[in-house]
């Protein structure tokens, strides 16, 4: 067990690895002074004096190789450079940002698996019965309709014409927690709609192909109630897909909540990485990046794990 | 065409109407997308207008239809670009593995370590926003999964027959590729594809959404969308009309996706759940008969009994009898129905067969009688585990991998008696002890793959007799094992039969060595019938059916000298014979065993066999 966490960690490291290289090499490789850019406002040219002065600051004379070590060592200390907008450490917005994205895919998560489970579940006891047509349909529905459509739609609906909730915005827990609550309620909704679909039609899928095995039959043999053998038997053996792609599509959140945060004015992590690309800020852009593709990796590694512990068969297997 | 062809239809009618509208679009009668009508902005519909006009006054309708001309050319040109490049890097690498593999597919799958949006996002805003951009960017991102799917389906061809024939006869590596594995690993791709254009389609609304694609005026249904959210309290039916466009056509294709992968493989439809599942009564519980049990009254007769699927009958007019403390055997080939029977006497016939007929008459534990046949899942699910239980055939996917080995003898016990924790586990270590797994203590909180082959069939075992059954029944017990934990496994049922005189077995095999260890009675099954029946020494010492016989002479040590193969093989349930179902392998056969059925004979007292000629039997 302890050998398979090891080789997946190393695996993992090496990945992020790969991923900080390329992101580096992608923005420093592409045409584009971000320092004439900084400089220059609207259609007026910047000074070339002050260019030339402003990338000697920042460091943007040196060798590629150089600045490619320099970066690498500053990551490795906790150090993500300061932006060139601001001059504020890289890693501070980071650390303001990243929970409240957290909160958005937590809480979609939640919605997901707390109804996706016992929904899928329904749909593949009942399988080619009404309600599974009526779940499996709403599944594809909901998988096909983009979160900004959803969003906007949910705008439409529960702000615009109900008055129920807030259209949007932020407001730190600190300061009105029931206010930011309700604010979170509609962004999460919305992401958890998408993964509910997900979740609901894995673990369809997932019950089917378990209800299938030799092992229900001797549950059933054994003279164990309905609920019973669902329990411990079926849907805790369906599970270990399931959450497989949960962890999976939670890694993609990380930096899929782009539209999300963008519809609703919630100051995540993403929106954050989109007006920092705009603004070809590489100490930002390559900051945010690796942290999403090191969060990434890392959540398949837990999901790894995680299944290792559910299925004492797989790191036996893979050993 | 099958059912789940014509389920194609559907989808492929709303993407074709689709289509044919974006691609006609140049030719149809509509409005000028960027003629601005700005007295008449956010106008509602109307006979120039069908959809009303957006908020510089433009047709609605006509930006819907040139939007998705915009939406779909993007989408499907990534698709197909992606699915070029990704098929050849996942052909390559499948079918040279090493260095190629590592070259190609696992390179690409970089990429797949960047979340999606993230990844698009970063190309547009280097590249710039745009349509060419936006299908670099969805081609890039696409690539890995074509490459990933290809490379799985190619690994699989590659290990075929005629794959390696033609690599034998020294066919150039790129001649394969193309004209051998491409059509082989077709269908992933198709499927792959659909769901790509699918998933293409939300990225690019998206971004064109965030104003970092489509570039206006071109019109898209993101950037309606986009431009309809901040018009939405005047104007919501312009949110609503693009919004229904994208989503349709984005369902459209993944319902496409579906049936495309039920219809090209088939496994993957598995038949209705399970019916036993769903809280319905399947017959009206048949009221325990008379308690009028003699001292000698069997423990389970079972008399005329049937299964069928639909019309097929695969088991017919069985009748058997189990006293207590007595072993039947019950022998037969593959498809005789000797499992099914089996299974009919618990409840856990698969979903698509019923008892059709017959029935099955059990003496309880408290004297009365009861008919199985007759008993709902409920009424059976009381008996089943305590009174009768059953031992499966393969104990490796018969055990629980995700539980320990104490929990599921454990449930057993707790189905049906209320214990106190401690009496339970103590009663768990007793019991695994008593069936020879050593250490039990420890090996109660083993999984089932730390376990041997011999050792889980034990375990097993040891959940079979956890409450003390009345009736044993132990579907091939030995047939998944080797020879000598065979031997041990059939050491412990006698040992078993030793320790509790009472409890009758049926013990279903095809191997008649082990009959004549453990028996003491055998019924031969052919084709879905008892052809005959009677004490197993009486049996193997003078068979009265040819078909035992046959069977007697084909086993290698049985006794006999010469060493027969049957001819022929057992009838499908579609074409059964008229008469005898035996008799086109048979060597006694005359004319009317091939035009009507034999009655049971009795040759003795408690001898039955299905043949007109037994006589002449040797």
């Known amino acids: 067990m302890l050998r398979y966490i090891a080789l997946r960690s190393l695996v993992a490291l090496f990945l992020v690895w790969v991923v900080v290289t390329i992101v580096f090499l992608l923005l420093h490789l592409i045409p584009g002074d971000p320092a004439e850019l900084l400089l220059s406002q609207g259609s007026i040219a910047a000074d070339p004096q002050a260019v030339a002065a402003l990338r000697e600051k920042m460091g943007l004379n040196a060798p590629l190789w150089q600045q490619y070590l320099s970066h690498m060592a500053g990551v490795l200390s906790g150090d993500l450079g300061a932006s060139f907008r601001d001059g504020a450490p890289v890693v ?228 | 065409m099958s059912p789940a062809a014509r389920k194609l239809i559907l989808p492929a009618t709303i993407i074709a109407l689709i289509v044919l509208t974006v691609l006609a679009a140049p030719l149809l009668p509509l409005a000028d997308v960027r003629a601005m009508d700005i007295p008449h902005r956010f106008a509602g519909p109307s006979g120039a207008h069908w959809l009303g006009q957006d908020e510089f006054g433009r047709d609605v309708l006509a930006r819907l239809i040139w939007g998705g001309q915009a939406s779909l050319f993007i989408a499907v040109g990534s698709a197909l670009a992606a699915a070029v490049i990704g098929a050849a890097l996942g052909l390559l690498g499948g079918y040279f593995r090493g260095v190629v593999e590592l070259l190609t597919v696992r390179a690409a799958e970089i990429i797949l370590c960047l979340p999606p949006l993230l990844l698009a996002l970063l190309v547009v805003t280097i590249l710039g926003a745009g349509t060419w951009p936006l299908i670099l960017a969805l081609t890039i991102l ?150 009028a049990a003699a001292d000698k009254a069997p423990l389970l007769e079972i008399g005329e009994l049937s299964v069928a699927v639909r019309e097929l009958e695969l088991v017919r007019r069985v009748s058997l009898t189990v006293r207590p403390g007595e072993t039947l055997a019950l022998v037969g080939e593959s498809g005789s129905g000797k499992t099914l029977t089996g299974l009919a006497m618990t409840g856990l016939l698969p979903d698509a067969l019923h008892v059709t007929g017959g029935k099955a008459l059990y003496a309880r534990r408290d004297g009365g009688r009861i008919d199985l046949a007759a008993l709902d899942e409920d009424g059976i699910r009381r008996l089943r585990g305590d009174e009768i239980s059953m031992v499966f055939q393969d104990a490796a996917a018969a055990l629980n991998p995700v539980l320990r080995i104490g929990d599921q003898v454990a449930e057993a016990i707790r189905a049906h008696h209320a214990l106190d924790a401690a009496t339970l586990q103590n009663r768990v270590v007793d019991l695994l002890r008593h069936v020879g797994i050593p250490d039990p203590e420890r090996r109660a909180r083993a999984y089932p793959h730390e376990l041997s082959g011999g050792q889980r069939q034990r375990a097993m075992i040891a959940v079979a007799i956890a409450n003390n059954p009345r009736l ?122 091939g035009e009507s059925v034999p009655e049971i004979a009795r040759p003795a007292a408690d001898r039955i066999t299905r043949c007109f000629r037994w006589e002449e039997v040797a």
């Open chain 1, 92 to 319: 501070d917005q980071i650390a303001l940002r990243l929970p409240r994205t957290f909160e958005v895919i937590l809480g979609a998560a939640l919605i997901a698996t707390g109804l996706g489970v016992p929904l899928g579940t329904w749909a593949a006891i009942r399988a080619d019965g009404k309600a599974d047509a009526v779940i499996s349909f709403f599944a594809s529905a909901a998988l096909s309709t983009p979160v900004f459509v959803v969003g906007s739609v949910v705008i439409l609906l529960f702000a615009q014409q109900l008055r129920w909730l807030p259209a949007g915005g932020f407001v730190p827990f600190s300061e009105d927690p029931v206010e930011h609550l309700k604010l979170l309620l509609l962004p999460a909704g919305t992401v958890g709609l998408a993964l509910l679909a997900v979740i609901t039609r894995m673990s369809r899928a997932s019950v089917l192909e378990v209800l299938q095995r030799d092992y229900v039959r001797t549950a059933r043999a054994k003279g164990l109630r309905r609920g019973t053998i669902l329990r411990r038997h079926v849907v805790r053996n369906a599970l270990i897909p399931v959450l497989t792609v949960l962890g999976l599509e939670m890694g993609t959140l990380i930096g899929g909540t782009v539209l999300v945060e963008f519809v609703f004015n919630w100051p995540g992590l993403s929106g954050y990485l989109v007006s920092a690309v705009d603004a070809r800020d590489y100490p930002e852009v390559v900051g945010i990046v690796m942290t999403i593709s090191i969060l990434f990796v890392f959540l398949n590694l837990v999901v790894d794990v995680i299944n290792a512990l559910l299925d004492p068969r797989i790191s036996l297997e893979t050993s």
């Open chain 2, 142 to 291: 696409y690539t890995p999964n074509y490459a990933r799917v290809v490379y799985a389906a190619t690994q699989q061809v590659r290990g075929l027959d005629f794959v390696t024939a033609q690599r034998a006869m020294g066919t150039h590596p790129l001649t394969i590729l193309v004209r051998t594995i491409l059509p082989n690993v077709m269908p992933p791709l198709l499927v792959q594809m659909s769901l790509v254009i699918a998933s293409a389609m939300v990225i690019e609304s998206g971004l064109s959404f965030l104003g970092l694609g489509v570039v206006p005026p071109t019109p898209s249904w993101g950037l309606m969308i986009r431009a309809a959210r901040s018009a939405m309290e005047v104007a919501p039916m312009l949110l609503v009309w693009p919004s229904l466009a994208l989503a349709g056509t984005i369902l459209a294709f993944n319902l496409l996706c579906d049936r495309l992968q039920s219809a090209l493989d088939p496994r993957s439809i598995t038949a209705g759940g399970a019916l036993w599942l769903r809280p319905r009564a399947r017959r009206a519980t048949a009221a325990a008969m008379a308690a």
């Open chain 2, 472 to 593: 044993l029944i132990a579907d091939e017990p030995t047939t998944a094992l080797d020879p000598t934990i065979q031997a041990q496994i059939l050491q412990l049922f006698a040992q078993l039969k030793r320790d509790t005189p009472e409890m009758g077995m049926i013990f279903v095999t095809h191997d008649l060595a082990v009959v004549a260890e453990i028996a003491d009675r055998v019924a031969v099954m052919y084709a879905g019938e008892v052809v005959e029946e009677g004490p197993v020494s009486e049996i193997f010492a003078r068979p009265h059916h040819p078909y035992t016989a046959a069977l007697i002479a084909s086993v290698p040590e049985g006794g006999s000298e010469r060493l027969v193969a049957i001819p022929g093989a057992v009838p499908s349930p579609h074409a059964m014979p008229q008469g005898c179902r035996f008799a086109p392998r048979c060597a006694h056969a005359e004319a009317r065993c």
